[in-house]
């Protein structure tokens, strides 16, 4: 079983909303009878989630799913992709595909065995959410800065094409 929400959504205090490209609130995970709770950035973790559904995440290699921090965002060579730069604090684990199901590994070693199309639900449904949320708020000003202005660009390029 593989369950995922988020809460308490809101941009950074500090920061004003239409500068805030990166979405946060306290993320709530249900893995097998494990439950993590973080304060997340959600953003970062939703388009992890849709990366999910074709490429498998080891723990601790890279981003955490559900990521404090989200401080840059950096397209790759081609524009197709984003890696997102964070801080090393947040919770992970790893998600294996195997055949039709995908395997979910905590950091306890709890394994969690779903198939691909119910796993496929909750991440859509997580995404969803997170996209709802920035559509309903104070449209985006692009950062002047080149890197960080392609970066947001070609994250929401990627969401959009795993998303389909």
């Not at 691909?116 to 909750?122: P, R, V």
């Not at 920035?134 to 994250?155: A, C, H, M, N, Q």
Request: proline share 2%; glycine share 6%; net charge negative.
């Amino acid at each position: 079983m593989f369950e995922i929400n988020a809460t308490n959504l809101t941009w950074l205090e500090n920061v004003d909303e239409e500068t805030d490209l990166c979405l946060h609130g306290k993320a709530v995970a249900k893995i097998g009878d494990e439950i993590f709770e973080d304060d997340a950035t959600v953003s970062a973790t939703a388009l992890y989630l849709l990366k999910s559904l074709t490429e498998d995440h080891l723990i601790h290699k890279g981003n955490q799913m559900l990521p404090c921090c989200g401080f840059s965002i950096y397209a790759n060579e081609d524009k197709t992709a984003v890696d997102i730069c964070g801080c090393p604090n947040g919770t992970d684990w790893s998600i294996i595909h195997v055949g039709d199901d995908v395997k979910i590994i905590t950091d306890s070693g709890q394994e969690t065995i779903i198939g691909l199309d119910e796993y496929k639900i909750s991440v859509y449904s997580f995404a969803d959410k997170i996209k709802e949320y920035y559509e309903k708020s104070t449209p985006k000003v692009l950062p002047k800065d080149k890197v960080d202005r392609e970066g947001y660009i070609v994250f929401w390029n990627e969401w959009h094409w795993r998303r389909k």
